[in-house]
């Protein structure tokens, strides 16, 4: 996927969140138009979905609000 601070989050979109586990089951997966990453520094194995959600919806904002 493309890093969240890459992607122009100022339209609507659906953020649609898998498994922390197994990700997305196919029947969704394939419908997605696009994937999304967290990138993360250091031994960091995972991130815990609910925080991944709201750092890319928290970034979602602040582009808004740049935007005006």
Known sequence: GKP??????TASFALVLGNEAHGLGPEIAE?????????MTGDVESLNVAMAG???CFD???QR???G
């Open 65 to 67: 609000r740049i935007a």
């Open 54 to 56: 709201s750092v890319i």
């Open 4 to 9: 969240y601070d890459e992607l122009d989050l």
């Open 31 to 39: 419908s997605v138009d696009a994937w999304v990453t967290v990138p």
């Open 60 to 62: 979602a904002a602040r």
